[in-house]
């Protein structure tokens, strides 16, 4: 009692008694350490005495694996705050204008009415240019690659009409064809199939554009158009020195290579090329045949090493 007395009074009786009084099984403590202990009152068995102070060190808890995750994105800054009274800013009002060069033809127009071959493949006349393509396949047989001029000794015979129903004809057999029109003069082969008028040929012919970027698709999935383009002081020469060379590329990517040579001899540094067809035709109105102007054109083109495998008449 007399330790619970001196742990309540806080006076020093107990240090005195504790060399007085023998030690027992009671004593379990040194008195006087640096952590005294403490007494706690309560519970039947009497006071309980609590062990010396201790820090308690937390076991470390093992961080948990970190996997790799999207990081959320940063919320948006908040907007500045606008005092009640401030003038409001000034805004930027916008307008797109467009600049992109459009199509030479007005929309809802398309492709000539004269391609029959093209708007109506069972007309009579159809029958007819599937005909000249049998008659032109049987010529050229054995070739993988075929190139044909078409020329004419008058303005008016019809040559890019006929060319152009025979390509289609020929599109739509399953050959790969491409037109390409050489007539500078008088170009119609854009207008016919309603596609713009170039960049074309003279542009390539004269490096402003690789020939990939200048051939235009058509209504027909596997004919392709290179137009005329728009000529200039240079493109006839330079027709007669890289034209051969730009019909030898055409015919690795494509099964015919029809030329519209327009009216012969209006360039003649073009009508020199015609050796670098496999054919040249005529086209000619019917009743033009036995003029001596059709004769001697037959004439020219055999001495310019064309090679000159028939002609096509035409009437209205």
């Known amino acids: 009692m007399s330790r619970v007395f001196s742990a309540m009074t806080g006076t020093n009786l107990a240090r005195a008694i504790s060399i007085e009084e023998p030690a027992g099984p009671d004593d379990a ?31 470390k808890k093992p961080e948990p694996r970190a996997f790799p995750r999207i990081a959320a994105p940063a919320p948006a800054p908040a907007a500045p705050a606008v005092a009640a009274d401030a003038a409001p800013a000034a805004l930027l009002s916008v307008r797109f204008h467009d600049a992109a060069p459009r199509p030479a033809h007005r929309p809802g127009t398309g ?95 004269g490096q402003h554009l690789p020939l990939p970027w200048a051939l235009q698709p058509t209504p027909v999935q596997s004919l392709q158009v290179l137009t005329a383009g728009a000529p200039n002081d240079h493109t006839a020469g330079a027709v007669g020195r890289d034209l051969p060379k730009l019909i030898a590329q055409l015919r ?31 086209v000619s109105r019917e009743g033009d045949v036995e003029r001596n102007e ?5 004439t020219w083109v055999k001495q310019l090493g064309g090679s000159l495998r028939g002609y096509v008449t035409t009437r209205a």
């Open 111 to 205: 492709p000539d009415a004269g391609l029959v071959a093209l708007h109506f493949p069972d007309h009579a006349v159809s029958s007819e240019y599937r005909q000249l393509r049998d008659e032109v396949r049987k010529q050229l047989p054995e070739a993988t690659s075929r190139a044909l001029t078409f020329t004419a000794a008058s303005p008016d015979a019809g040559t890019t009409t006929v060319l152009l129903n025979l390509a289609v004809t020929l599109a739509r057999g399953g050959q790969r064809a491409v037109v390409v029109d050489t007539n500078f003069t008088r170009p119609g082969v854009a207008a016919k199939l309603a596609l713009q008028a170039g960049p074309g040929l003279a542009e390539v012919l």
């Open 294 to 298: 059709f004769a001697g054109l037959k």
């Open 29 to 59: 403590f040194v008195v006087g350490s640096e952590s005294p202990p403490f007494v706690e009152i309560g519970g039947p068995s009497g006071p309980i005495f609590s062990a010396p102070h201790k820090p308690v060190v937390e076991a």
């Open 252 to 282: 690795q990517w494509f099964d015919w290579v029809l030329i519209d040579a327009g009216v012969w001899g209006v360039v003649p540094e073009r009508d020199a090329t015609c050796s670098a067809a496999d054919a040249v035709y005529l």
